[in-house]
C-alpha cells in the first residue's frame, strides 16, 4: 500500500558463477620438492644416496674393504718395494743412458762417461744410506721406538702409495673405472677379462661402471656402460661366449639391454646366478589360492632366472605356443587358460585335438568344446571359426552405435565385456595340436571354391587373429610341429605373444618366436632337456621384468591335473553363480554330425530349430543348406511370408543389422540391394536357442 512503512530489504549479493570442473591450475612446487626432484634425477648424485639396495650394498662393500684392507695393504707395500727395487737398479747402472748410446749406436763412444756415471750413482746411494742410518740411530737415541715405529709406517705408507695398482699403468691391469667395489664373487677385473676374452671389447677398451654389483636373489647383478663402438645387441648375440669366459653356464646368465630414459644402445644389465636357476623343483600356480580372476589382468605365468614373477598378458592379443613332444606344451597353455576360467564372464572354445583327457575339464565351463583327430572334429571347427567370424563382425556393427562414452574406440573394453545385454564377453579360443586342423586335407566348398579344410581353417584362424583381438577374442594355440609348412607365415605374423620351449634347432625356435631370433640371442633349441617347463617368452605387453624387454627365459608354473580340474571346478561354480553358463557346458552344444554335414554343403549350419519358435525355427530350416554370405531382406520376407515391418522388429531383437551388399542378376551383373549376413542370422538364432534352452531347464527344474 501507498501509505505502509518501508521494509529494510536484504542486501543484494554480487558474484560470479565458478565451475569446479574447470582444469585448476597446477601448483607451484615447493622447494622441498624440486630439490627431491633434482636430487633424484641428478646424475651428480651418487646412485646409493638414492636408492635403499645400493646403499645396502654399498655399506657391504664398505665393510669388506675394512675386513680386507689389511691385506691389500700389505700386498700394495710389497709390490711398492719391488718396483722401488726395479727403479733404483734401472737408475743406479744408468740404464736409460745406456739404452740411448745403443739406440744412437754410439756405446763405444759413451762408454767413458757412462762409467763415471754409474760411479757417481753408487757413491750417491752409498751416501744416502748412511744418512739413513745415521738419520735412523739418531732418531732412536733421541725418541726411542716411537721413533723407528712413526719412521717405518711413513716408509712403509710411502711404498703402498707407489705400489698401488692404477688404471693405464705399465705392466698392470685396468680395472672398471668409476667407483671402485669388490664384491664377494663378481670381481671388475675378472669382468673386464672376460669382454676381451669373448672379444666384446678390445684389448685396450674397458668397461664404465654404471651400477655397482649387487646382490639380487640368488646371483649378483651389475650394470656396465661398453665402450663408444660397441653395442649391447653384441653383448646379447654373444652372449654363450661371454658364459664360457665366465665360467658358467649361458642358462646362469642373463644379459640385457638397458632401454627407457635410463639407457642407450651400449649400456649392459648382466646378471650372474650362483648356480643353475632352473634346477630347483618347480613352483604351484598362484592361481590355486585366489577365488576368482579378472580376464584383464596378465595370467600368472612363471619365473624367471631371478625369481621375479612373470605375468602373460592375453587380451588384445593371441598366444602361440611350440615344442617337441613332452617338454610341457599343454601344461603352459593350461596356465594361460586357467586366469580365463577363473573369470565367470569369460566365454571359452576348447579344442583338444591331442585326443587325450588332458583337457576333459574344460568341458565342464566351456561355451564350445571337443576332443578328437578326425577329420569331423576338424570341420566341426572350421564350424565355430565361421560362428565367431560372424560374432566379430556383429561386435563391431554394434560398437558403431554406442555413444563415446560406452565405448571410446573401436575396441571391447572390461565393462562392456561384463553387460550382458552388449552380449560381448572375453571369448578365448584354445586349440591344442593345432597342426592336425591345419593339415587336414578333406575337401570343403567355400564361396563356389574348393580347399582342403586345413587351408580353411589357416584361413579363419588367421583373420581371427588379425580382427578378433579388438572385439575380445583371444586365440590361444599349441603345437609340437613349429614348422613352416604346418602353421602358415600369415598366421604367425599376427600372432601376438609367442613361447617356445625346446625344440630340435634354431629354425624350428625362428619359427614360433620370430624371424632371425637367434641372432638376437634367443634359440630355444639350446634349452637344456632337463629343464622340463621351461621355455623363452616373448610378451606382446608389458611384464615384470619391465615393458621393453624383447624376450626372456621362463619356468612356467606347475600344474598338475589335479589342481587343473580343481581350477575348472571352481570356474564352473563362479559361472552358476552369476548366471553365465552357456553352449556345452549348460548342455546346449552343437554336434559334430550337423556340422559336418553343413560343411560338406560349404557353409556351417545354424543352431537346431527344435528349441526356436516361428517364425524362427522357420528361418534357421531356410539357411540351413544356404552357403551365401549375404541374403536379401526382400527373399527373406517372401520365403516366410512375413510382414517386412514385423520381420525387421524380429531382426533387430535377433542381434543381426541391415546392410547392403550385392546379388547376381540374370544378365550376369550385380545390383545392391539391403540384406542381412548370414553368419550373424545364424549366431543370433542360436544365442536364441540357448536362452530357450536354459529357460526350459529353469521351468522343468
Not at 85 to 111: H, N
Not at 190 to 219: N, P, S
Not at 243 to 249: F, H, I, W
Not at 363 to 380: I, K, P, T, Y
Request: charged share 25%; net charge neutral.
Amino acid at each position: 500500500m501507498a501509505d505502509s512503512l518501508p521494509i529494510k530489504a536484504d542486501p543484494v549479493l554480487d558474484g560470479e558463477l565458478v565451475d569446479d570442473t574447470l582444469p585448476q591450475p597446477r601448483p607451484r612446487a615447493s622447494r622441498r620438492e624440486r630439490f627431491v626432484f633434482w636430487w633424484v634425477h641428478s646424475p651428480r648424485v651418487p646412485l646409493w644416496l638414492k636408492r635403499r639396495d645400493q646403499a645396502r650394498q654399498a655399506a657391504k662393500d664398505f665393510v669388506v674393504g675394512v675386513l680386507r684392507s689389511p691385506f691389500w695393504f700389505l700386498g700394495a707395500v710389497f709390490r711398492g718395494l719391488v718396483l722401488g727395487v726395479r727403479w733404483w737398479r734401472g737408475w743406479v747402472t744408468v740404464r736409460d743412458f745406456r739404452e740411448a748410446a745403443v739406440q744412437a749406436e754410439k756405446l763405444a763412444d759413451k762408454f767413458g762417461d757412462i762409467r763415471v756415471l754409474t760411479l757417481f750413482r753408487w757413491k750417491v746411494t752409498g751416501a744416502v744410506s748412511v744418512a739413513s742410518a745415521g738419520v735412523v740411530t739418531l732418531a732412536d737415541l733421541l725418541y726411542g721406538e716411537v721413533a723407528l715405529w712413526g719412521l717405518g709406517g711413513g716408509a712403509a705408507l710411502a711404498l703402498a702409495i707407489f705400489g698401488r695398482r692404477k688404471e693405464g699403468s705399465p705392466g698392470r691391469k685396468a680395472v672398471l673405472s668409476g667407483p671402485r667395489t669388490l664384491s664377494w664373487t663378481m670381481d671388475p677385473q675378472v669382468l673386464v677379462d672376460a669382454f676381451r676374452d669373448a672379444k666384446l671389447i678390445g684389448k685396450d677398451e674397458t668397461l664404465r661402471l654404471v651400477q655397482r654389483a649387487t646382490r639380487m636373489g640368488y646371483g649378483w647383478a651389475i650394470t656396465v656402460d661398453l665402450p663408444a663402438t660397441r653395442k649391447a645387441a653384441d653383448v646379447i648375440k654373444n652372449r654363450e661366449a661371454l658364459a664360457s669366459a665366465l665360467a658358467v653356464d649361458e642358462v646362469q646368465l642373463i644379459v640385457e639391454r638397458v632401454r627407457g630414459n635410463g639407457g642407450h644402445a651400449g649400456r649392459v644389465s648382466m646378471w650372474v646366478a650362483d648356480e643353475d636357476p632352473y634346477a630347483a623343483p618347480p613352483i604351484r600356480t598362484p592361481l590355486l589360492q585366489v577365488e576368482r580372476w579378472d580376464a584383464w589382468r596378465p595370467v600368472p605365468f612363471g619365473r624367471d632366472a631371478r625369481d621375479r614373477r612373470v605375468d602373460l598378458p592375453l587380451v588384445w592379443t593371441s598366444l602361440l605356443v611350440g615344442a617337441i613332444p613332452r617338454q610341457g606344451k599343454t601344461f603352459a597353455t593350461r596356465l594361460a587358460a586357467a586366469g580365463l576360467i577363473l573369470d565367470p564372464y569369460t566365454r571359452l572354445y576348447v579344442a583338444d585335438f591331442k585326443a587325450g583327457k588332458d583337457w576333459d575339464a574344460a568341458a565342464q565351463v566351456a561355451h564350445r568344446f571337443m576332443s578328437g583327430d578326425e577329420s569331423a572334429h576338424v570341420l566341426a571347427l572350421a564350424g565355430w571359426l565361421v560362428e565367431l567370424v560372424g560374432e566379430v563382425q556383429g561386435r563391431y556393427r554394434r560398437m558403431r552405435e554406442l555413444d563415446d562414452e560406452t565405448c571410446p574406440e573401436s575396441k571391447v573394453t572390461p565393462e562392456m565385456s561384463r553387460d550382458r545385454m552388449l552380449d560381448m564377453p572375453i571369448t578365448a579360443v584354445v586349440i591344442d595340436e593345432v597342426q592336425v586342423p591345419l593339415e587336414d586335407r578333406t575337401a570343403v566348398k567355400v564361396e563356389g571354391k574348393t580347399l582342403t579344410a586345413g587351408e580353411y581353417v589357416g584361413e579363419l584362424l588367421t583373420w581371427l587373429a588379425k580382427k578378433g583381438p579388438a572385439a575380445g577374442i583371444v586365440l590361444a594355440l599349441a603345437t609340437q610341429r613349429p614348422d613352416s609348412k604346418t602353421i602358415p607365415s600369415g598366421l604367425r605374423a599376427v600372432l601376438g605373444s609367442r613361447f617356445a620351449l625346446r625344440v630340435m634347432d634354431w629354425r624350428d625356435s625362428n619359427i614360433v618366436l620370430g624371424e632371425q631370433m637367434n641372432t638376437r640371442g634367443y634359440d630355444s633349441s639350446r634349452l637344456l632337456a632337463s629343464h622340463k617347463g621351461v621355455g623363452i617368452l616373448r610378451p606382446d605387453g608389458d611384464t615384470q621384468a619391465g615393458a621393453d624387454v624383447l624376450a626372456l627365459t621362463v619356468r612356467t608354473y606347475y600344474m598338475p591335473n589335479e589342481d587343473w580340474q580343481a581350477i575348472c571346478r571352481r570356474g564352473r561354480e563362479l559361472r552358476e553363480a552369476e548366471r553365465t553358463l552357456t553352449g556345452h557346458a549348460a548342455g546346449s552344444d552343437l554336434t559334430i554330425e550337423n556340422t559336418v554335414k553343413v560343411i560338406d554343403a560349404g557353409e556351417p549350419q545354424s543352431e537346431s530349430s527344435e528349441s526356436l519358435p516361428e517364425p524362427l525355427a522357420a528361418l534357421a530350416k531356410y539357411l540351413a543348406a544356404d552357403s551365401r554370405e549375404f541374403v536379401p531382406t526382400s527373399e527373406l520376407v517372401n520365403a516366410l511370408d512375413a510382414d517386412p515391418r514385423e520381420f525387421a522388429e524380429l531382426m533387430n531383437d535377433l542381434g543381426c543389422q541391415r546392410t547392403r551388399g550385392r546379388v547376381p542378376t540374370e544378365d550376369g551383373g550385380a545390383r545392391q540391394v539391403r540384406g542381412y549376413l548370414t553368419a550373424e542370422i545364424r549366431t543370433g538364432l542360436r544365442d536364441r536357442a540357448d536362452v530357450s534352452a536354459d529357460a526350459g531347464e529353469e521351468v522343468s527344474s
